[in-house]
């Protein structure tokens, strides 16, 4: 049966195979915190993708490691908040601090998204950075439906085919292939819209 992350949180039954240490409820709380008062694009506070991306490596990828899990909780934490590299590693310690730092995309600064990938599927310090990069981008393709955002929904999905389907036998085999079914369920939306639009835009022509 799944479980949500606020079931892991409150140990609630069920959760015996999970990490005894605090380290991940700590990040959990730390997220929400910096997180606080963001909205994505589709509507939903900020802090129910990192939940969401926590919920998919529990429920689909079986991920029980307490470093881990304490990392998805702070995956975004230096891209979209305030929160400095110096402030993460005091409180979770380097290796945290350093493993997060590599999922960050520092696209202020230039760097592309086909080197922020590859740093993070040919890394050989943080491999589990690949479990959580997949399962943070099988939760953003699931929501982008939401956005209503054409333009965003089609620059995902080729950012994903080009950058991130290329590390298919370095990723994680059942992430990997929730995303190529995330893909095709959004490219048949997508394709059914176009033919909305052009058997729409047919009857206005006959009409003139």
Same mark, same amino acid.
């Given at each position: 049966?799944?479980?949500?992350?606020?079931?892991?949180?409150? *140990?609630?039954?069920?959760?015996?195979?999970?990490?005894?240490?605090? %380290?991940?409820?700590?990040?959990?709380?730390?997220?929400?915190?910096?997180?606080?008062?963001?909205?994505?694009?589709?509507?939903?506070?900020?802090?129910?993708?990192?939940? *969401?991306?926590? $919920?998919?490596?529990?429920?689909?990828?079986?991920?029980?490691?307490?470093?881990?899990?304490?990392?998805?909780?702070?995956?975004?934490?230096?891209?979209?908040?305030?929160?400095?590299?110096?402030?993460?590693?005091?409180?979770? *310690?380097?290796?945290?601090?350093?493993?997060?730092?590599?999922? %960050?995309?520092?696209?202020?600064?230039?760097?592309?998204?086909?080197?922020?990938?590859?740093?993070?599927?040919?890394?050989?310090?943080?491999?589990?950075?690949?479990?959580?990069?997949?399962?943070?981008?099988?939760?953003?393709?699931?929501?982008?439906?939401?956005?209503?955002?054409?333009?965003?929904?089609?620059?995902?999905?080729?950012?994903?085919?080009?950058?991130?389907?290329?590390?298919?036998?370095?990723?994680?085999?059942?992430?990997?292939?929730?995303?190529?079914?995330?893909?095709? %369920?959004?490219?048949?939306?997508?394709?059914?819209?176009?033919?909305?639009?052009? $058997?729409?835009? *047919?009857?206005?022509?006959?009409?003139?």
């Amino acid at each position: 049966m799944e479980k949500s992350a606020e079931e892991l949180y409150n *140990g609630n039954e069920g959760w015996e195979d999970f990490p005894q240490t605090q %380290t991940w409820k700590k990040a959990l709380e730390f997220a929400k915190e910096k997180h606080e008062g963001q909205v994505r694009d589709e509507g939903t506070p900020y802090y129910e993708h990192i939940k *969401g991306t926590m $919920e998919i490596l529990i429920n689909e990828a079986n991920t029980r490691e307490d470093e881990v899990l304490t990392v998805a909780a702070l995956h975004d934490i230096l891209e979209d908040t305030d929160c400095s590299y110096e402030e993460l590693k005091a409180k979770f *310690g380097e290796r945290v601090a350093d493993c997060v730092q590599l999922l %960050t995309w520092d696209w202020k600064n230039g760097q592309s998204f086909e080197d922020y990938a590859k740093g993070i599927f040919e890394s050989k310090d943080f491999k589990y950075a690949r479990k959580v990069k997949l399962a943070d981008r099988l939760h953003n393709l699931r929501s982008l439906p939401k956005t209503q955002d054409d333009e965003k929904i089609q620059r995902k999905i080729e950012e994903t085919e080009n950058y991130i389907l290329i590390y298919d036998k370095q990723a994680p085999k059942v992430l990997m292939d929730k995303i190529k079914e995330q893909l095709a %369920t959004l490219k048949a939306i997508q394709n059914s819209k176009k033919n909305i639009d052009r $058997e729409t835009s *047919g009857m206005e022509h006959d009409e003139i």
